[in-house]
């Protein structure tokens, strides 16, 4: 099986009249088709430079990334980005919060305004469809986020914090509706997280970068030992602690 991702040996800089600042070095690994990825480092090692860098928006100063053995460009229409905050807009209803996206391609058509319809009675914001972001719980808005991003089919998802303005307990809870959701779909992601626990419950493998400029310090393959696996149930299989303890041990090298 081919990879729907290859990053190879993309490093890079950030340059100003003070000087220049190295934020990437050499970084590269590989996303299988339907794999969730999660990436962990130390604070400011560049783990949102590095997506900006696989979605097009920042170019490398040296080596490259493909996706499905073609080149990424800015704006590319076969990634979804999801941010730390949902960015919901309160003039608009739900609904039409939803759609924002494909008004803004064009791309209003009877199929994906179907396939909205269903995700919106699947996921249960239906009913709120009509109601103003002020209205709902931060989960409830991620969740809107999460459909109005993959109401534009898009062959890979990047989330970047999305859960981390929410206080724990709906953090838990919203991380592991989007887990499930991501699972349904299909869809394959790459989660940048400060939280060891949440990369471990969410993801397939876990990479692990050093301190600024980051470099890929290792990448853990997680394996639980747990029948229908969701990001909820995750934390309590055996393995689990072992893998935290593992990856903390690694970034403290770099704390």
Known sequence: ??????VRDVSLSYHTPSGETAALSHISFDLMPGEFLAVVGPSGCGKSTLLN????????EQGSVLMNGTSVSRG???????????????WR???????????????????????????????????????????????????????RTLALKPELLLLDEPFSALDYQTRLNVSDDIGKILKKENKPAILVTHDISEAISM????????????????IVSIHLDIENRTPLSSRNAPDFKSYFNLIWKELNQYA
């Open 76 to 90: 590319d229409p076969r990634m979804g980005y999801m941010l730390q905050k949902d960015h919901l807009l309160e």
């Open 203 to 218: 993801a397939d493998r876990v990479i692990i970068l050093t301190k600024r400029p980051a470099s890929v310090a290792k």
């Open 93 to 147: 209803t739900i609904y039409k919060n939803v759609l924002l996206g494909l008004e803004v391609r064009r791309e209003l058509t009877p199929e994906k305004l179907s396939y909205i319809e269903k995700m919106l009675h699947t996921y249960g914001l239906d009913k709120f469809r009509s109601a103003r972001p002020s209205q709902l719980s931060g989960g409830m808005r991620q969740r809107a986020a999460l459909i």
């Open 1 to 6: 099986m081919k990879p729907l991702l290859e």
């Open 53 to 60: 860098v696989i979605c097009g928006l920042l170019a490398p």
